[in-house]
């Protein structure tokens, strides 16, 4: 299993981004892809998760509306699409998988098994 963040960058605020996690060694079909973020000192935040099985993607709070998760089965890839970018979004990304559904990730527990190396966004005002 392996996952590959891109698409990071510096931006200004009310930019977009787009991010991509390049799977390999599954099946997007049958795990879910969660995308993950953490400030220095800060407690590891869940932005988004898809699995195809729960029929439903699912979104933090503080970026509702202004983030959408899709894939792209072709290239095996999980995107983020990060709309009107706020400073408060900036910090290192992360995709992880290991999981078949999100229903962890909507309770919170992010003990996904598998994680990329990370793509650092930074959103200046």
């Known amino acids: 299993v392996q996952l590959v963040e891109s698409g990071g960058g510096l931006v200004q605020a009310g930019d977009s981004l787009r991010l991509s996690c390049q799977v390999s060694g599954f099946d997007l079909d049958d795990y879910a892809i969660g995308w993950f973020r953490q400030a220095p000192g800060k407690a590891r935040e869940g932005v988004s998760c898809f699995a195809k099985s729960d029929g439903r993607n699912r979104y933090a709070d503080p970026v509702k509306d202004r983030f959408t998760i899709s894939t792209d089965y072709a290239k095996n890839t999980v995107q983020l699409q990060m709309n009107n970018l706020k400073p408060e979004d900036t910090t290192v990304y992360h995709c992880?998988?290991?999981?078949?559904?999100?229903?962890?990730?909507?309770?919170?527990?992010?003990?996904?098994?598998?994680w990329g190396q990370g793509t650092q966004v930074t959103v200046s005002s």
């Open positions: 992880a998988t290991d999981k078949q559904h999100c229903r962890d990730f909507a309770w919170g527990i992010f003990d996904f098994g598998s």
